[in-house]
């Protein structure tokens, strides 16, 4: 430990951060998770990143590699472990203005680029928070406002700088290690750590954006009225229907029209104004780096329980049923239901590691309190998801709080994984990329089935 340790202090040209240290209390913790690491590295090259990967094997610690820190499960800290935090490397920059080809930093968060794309007239489809790493929610995926016209976050990237396992750097793209580029569009990060992402941006004008309430009385006809408008809306428009906490709450429907021209976004949104009663609109033109909200960060003490799944067509009535009934309960856990389809539907299934093309809709349940709070939610929690079990599938990593056997396998099918073992295989055999949504590099799968 003492040479690796002297090794990495004299390699390292970043901020060393240690408990006792001025900056570690709030240095040690996720967004949503208390840890105790025993060295927080902040990196200010690719340089530290391959020095730091270096300490963490040599001195035998479990690593942590944090973007924007707001995974649900706590990746992005540990106890007695390195975490490599990559906040400082939050470069954004247009590289080819003629493609609108855009280098982010693997540390920048999704306002970053949204500030930065804004002056140009350009965005990427992204997720829905300001605070959220660029580089965590696009390598699980990325639905945000803009997902049924230009698919997922991880669809707009066309290369990656990747520091693997050896510390090497490597490129990933589709001429260039193109079974790593594959892994990393939605198989995690268990291959090693992007320092640097090109994404694709696009154009955009300002954007329709805001919320129609109706009350909760109506969810058994609004939820399936605006899935059925969806099906066939313009891909132009995105929505999440949101509800929770009883039968006064309202049923929120949370829209984002990509475009400037009023006639035809109120084309696509005015259909469900029609669902039912309206109690409030706020539909409002505006930037769309105003979309994103900013993230919360809750006091100590609080805990998230939070679990996702997809839906495909012909269960979207049933599971809507169920979901309206469970949110008119007085202890009802948070509920969103977000639209996908569109472009992401439109990627073979096979060109990225995102395994659930298919899928109409994704969901969350997501319940937050104290410890006994939680634990108190969780026998209604369990007896929902069993109702839903026979109706829904898979699960959208950046919305899950655990990193079970069951997670993995319902995030990966068993063909997904198999191809990402191989890869993991190749560039990390030791499994140092543990701390996540883990691929493993034996030759094994997950939930008691065998490869």
Do not use: C
């Not at 002297?6 to 967004?31: K, Q």
């Not at 929120?252 to 104004?273: K, L, S």
Request: glycine share 12%; proline share 6%; aromatic share 8%.
């Amino acid at each position: 430990m003492s040479s690796a340790l002297e090794t990495l202090r004299r390699d390292f040209g970043g901020d060393i951060i240690e408990p006792g240290g001025a900056d570690y209390e709030s240095a040690a913790r996720s967004v949503l998770a208390s840890g105790d690491p025993a060295y927080v590295l902040r990196p200010k090259s690719v340089g530290d990143v391959q020095a730091g990967i270096g300490f963490a094997t040599h001195a035998g610690l479990s690593l942590s590699v944090r973007g924007g820190g707001h995974g649900f499960a706590g990746f992005g800290t540990n106890d007695d472990g390195v975490v490599i935090d990559l906040g400082t490397l939050a470069n954004v920059e247009i590289i080819d203005k003629e493609r609108h080809l855009v280098r982010i930093g693997g540390g920048a968060t999704w306002g970053q680029v949204a500030a930065a794309l804004a002056p140009h007239g350009l965005a990427i489809s992204s997720g829905d928070t300001k605070g959220v790493g660029v580089g965590g929610l696009t390598l699980t995926g990325g639905i945000g406002w803009k997902v049924r016209k230009y698919g997922l976050a991880l669809d707009s990237v066309v290369a990656a700088e990747v520091v693997t396992a050896s510390g090497e750097l490597v490129q990933a793209s589709a001429k260039e290690n193109p079974e790593l580029f594959w892994a990393i569009r939605g198989g995690g990060g268990s291959f090693g750590i992007v320092t640097a992402f090109e994404f694709l941006a696009h154009p955009t004008t300002d954007v329709f954006h805001g919320k129609i309430a109706f009350p909760a009385s109506e969810a058994a006809t609004v939820l399936p009225g605006w899935a059925d408008h969806l099906r066939t809306a313009a891909e132009e428009l995105t929505s999440i229907a949101a509800f929770a906490g009883g039968p006064e709450a309202p049923i929120e429907i949370y829209v984002a029209f990509d475009g400037d021209d009023p006639q035809r976004a109120a084309q696509a949104i005015d259909p469900i104004r029609r669902l039912g009663t309206v109690i409030d609109d706020d539909i409002a033109l505006k930037p769309y780096a105003d979309t994103l909200v900013d993230g919360m960060t809750p006091p100590p003490g609080i805990r998230f329980v939070t679990r996702s799944a997809f839906v495909d067509e012909e269960s979207v009535g049933e599971v809507l049923r169920i979901l309206a009934g469970v949110g008119a309960l007085e202890r009802s856990p948070f509920i969103a239901v977000r639209s996908v389809g569109g472009a992401v539907s439109r990627v073979p299934d096979a060109a990225t590691a995102y395994a659930h093309r298919r899928a109409e809709l994704m969901f969350v349940t997501a319940t937050a309190g104290p410890k006994p709070v939680v634990e108190a939610a969780r026998p209604a929690l369990e007896a929902l998801w069993g109702r839903l079990a026979p109706h829904v599938n898979g699960a959208y990593a950046n919305f899950l709080d655990s990193a079970t056997e069951e997670d993995v396998a319902a995030i990966y099918p068993a063909e997904t994984y198999r191809r990402l073992a191989a890869v993991k295989r190749q560039y990390d055999p030791g499994n140092l990329f543990a701390r996540n949504h883990n691929i493993r590099p034996q030759e094994a799968l997950r939930a008691g089935e065998a490869v």
